[in-house]
């Protein structure tokens, strides 16, 4: 993975601590002598009750809030978890940080729904 970075210029390197970021940036870091910095705001949406369980728990035991979640927007708090909006508010923040610290290139290894709210965010300002 990180070869296809090995000729870009990189002035730091920024990872999500969970276990498939943390090795892509690391492989991406090796290439550029930059240590990888960890950033505990860039993991996942926090999923609460719903971290491990199936699709087909998910349409069953969950159904009553996944109607709601998708009617409001992800503004409802995952059961034991965060909300879409406390995810934005969260990533942003750090991303805001990163991005006034440094002039250049910085890569940031995260996770889908992360990837999603720095997108949308920066589209939709």
Not at 21 to 49: K, Y
Not at 67 to 80: A, F, M, N, Y
Not at 91 to 117: A, C, M, N, R
């Amino acid at each position: 993975m990180g070869h296809w970075l090995k000729e870009s210029n990189i002035d730091a390197i920024y990872s999500s601590p969970l276990r498939r970021a943390l090795d892509t940036s690391q492989a991406i870091a090796r290439f550029h002598r930059l240590s990888v910095q960890v950033e505990h705001n860039l993991r996942e949406l926090e999923v609460g009750e719903l971290e491990g369980i199936t699709l087909d728990q998910l349409g069953t035991d969950f159904t009553d809030f996944l109607i709601q979640w998708r009617k409001d927007g992800g503004v409802v708090k995952l059961p034991g978890g965060e909300s879409l909006i406390d995810l934005k508010n969260r990533v942003w923040q750090i991303v805001k940080d990163i991005v006034e610290k440094y002039q250049g290139d910085v890569i940031i290894v995260s996770h889908y729904f992360v990837i999603l709210t720095i997108i949308c965010k920066r589209k939709f300002r």
